[in-house]
Structure formats: structure tokens, C-alpha cells
């Protein structure tokens, strides 16, 4: 069956370190989106990809940094310049000139 | 700009009862309206979409919405709940503008199904 796989579905973060999440498609879906979930605020767009090897910021990119190498995966790396990155982080994916259609299972990131 | 606003971030039913989850939009142009369903510690899915065509959308499960211009309105209702309905619900906004659609969702709204 297509869908979208995160990993890992839970991470751990230290003070000072970058980690990656991980967003694996075989949809084709050429567009993908990371957002993040925190209680009471509903979804917020980090990054956008309709394309591989271009993407763009959303409302809140930044402390955050991605890359569109291959199609099917769109990795999220939270930096250590993300002050305050507890949250649920889902990725989605769609076609080009539609709203987000699969989303994955989500990383839930805390600090230690 | 676009904006959309959920009314009751928690909502309670007894099992049998009507479903009623409202959703309120701000589009300066015709939007494409949403609903998702989430169940804990998932991702979202679609539930129904509004693209200008009929008024009333049917979705999955059971549920429908209607879009009510006149009210700015794109309520979510199903006639009679079951307990697997018990989840978080979003409403969510885009424009019709072509290209890259800028999702826009509310904060969200948790159904408790009450047995």
C-alpha cells in the first residue's frame, strides 16, 4: 500500500544538538509539506516542496532546515537554533495545485 | 487573507446523537473548504472537500458539510455518532488561486463520544 512514513516516531533532542526527521513517500506525490502540531494552535506550515531539489519557507521556518533531493523523501532538520521545538511533527504529501492528501504518523520531538 | 475559525475546541455526543462541529471561514476569494479527522498520535486525513461544486459534500464515514456562503459556514454534522468518531477534527481553508494552495487550518476541535 502507498503512504507516507516517518521516523522516528519518537526523538529526543539535547541542548545545542541538530536532528533530522525523517519523511519517505511512494505515492509519486510531487509536492511535500512539513508542518507542526502543538496543542490548541492547530497545523503550522514549516517548509514546502512541489518539486525535487526546490523548496520553500512557510509561516515558521525558522530554527528549521530541509532538503528535496529525491522525490520521495523530504528530511527535516530541527537546529539547535529552534529555541522551543517540543511538538508533534507530521508530514504530508499531494499533488502539485492541491491541498496536502496523505500525511504520515508523526515524530513527536522532546528535550532532554 | 484567509482564516478559518473552529467554535468549541472540545465537543461531547452521546452515541446515537447528531454530530455537529462548526467551522467558520475569512476568504477575500471563493476558498476551497476542508475537514480532517485525526486519531491519537497519527496524521490527518481527509475527511471531505469543498471545490465550488455542489453545496453539500458528502465524505467518509458518514459525514457531510455544507457551504453556506451567505453565513461563511462549512459545518461538519453526522446524523448519529459511534464511538470510533471519538478523534480531534480540523477544519481547514485555501484559496483558489492556482499554483501552490496555502492550507490555512483551524486550532481544531476534540469529539468525545459518550457510550
Known amino acids: 500500500d502507498g503512504g507516507i512514513t516517518q521516523s522516528p516516531k519518537y526523538l529526543f533532542r539535547k541542548e545545542g544538538q541538530n536532528v533530522t526527521l525523517s519523511c519517505e513517500q511512494n505515492l509519486n506525490h510531487d509536492a511535500m509539506y512539513w508542518y507542526r502540531q502543538d496543542p490548541g494552535q492547530g497545523l503550522r506550515l514549516i517548509y514546502y516542496s512541489q518539486i525535487v531539489n526546490d523548496f520553500q519557507k512557510g509561516d515558521i521556518a525558522e530554527g528549521y532546515s530541509v532538503s528535496r533531493e529525491k522525490k520521495e523523501s523530504f528530511p527535516l532538520t530541527v537546529t539547535s537554533a529552534q529555541k522551543n521545538p517540543t511538538a508533534f511533527y507530521l508530514c504530508?504529501?499531494?499533488?502539485?495545485?492541491?491541498?496536502?492528501?496523505?500525511f504520515g504518523d508523526g515524530t513527536r520531538l522532546s528535550i532532554l | 487573507a484567509q482564516s478559518v475559525t473552529q467554535l468549541g475546541s472540545h465537543v461531547s455526543v452521546s452515541e446515537g446523537a447528531l454530530v455537529l462541529l462548526r467551522c467558520n471561514y475569512s476568504?477575500?476569494?471563493?476558498?476551497?473548504l476542508f475537514w480532517y479527522v485525526q486519531y491519537p498520535n497519527q496524521g490527518l486525513q481527509l475527511l471531505l472537500k469543498y471545490t465550488s461544486a455542489a453545496t453539500l459534500v458528502k465524505g467518509i464515514n458518514g459525514f457531510e458539510a455544507e457551504f453556506k456562503k451567505s453565513e461563511t459556514s462549512f459545518h461538519l454534522t453526522k446524523p448519529s455518532a459511534h464511538m470510533s468518531d471519538a478523534a480531534e477534527y480540523f477544519c481547514a481553508v485555501t484559496l483558489n488561486s492556482g499554483g501552490y494552495q496555502k492550507v490555512t487550518f483551524g486550532i481544531g476541535t476534540k469529539l468525545q463520544v459518550i457510550p
Open positions: 476568504s477575500s476569494v471563493p476558498p476551497y
Open positions: 504530508a504529501s499531494g499533488t502539485v495545485g492541491n491541498q496536502p492528501q496523505h
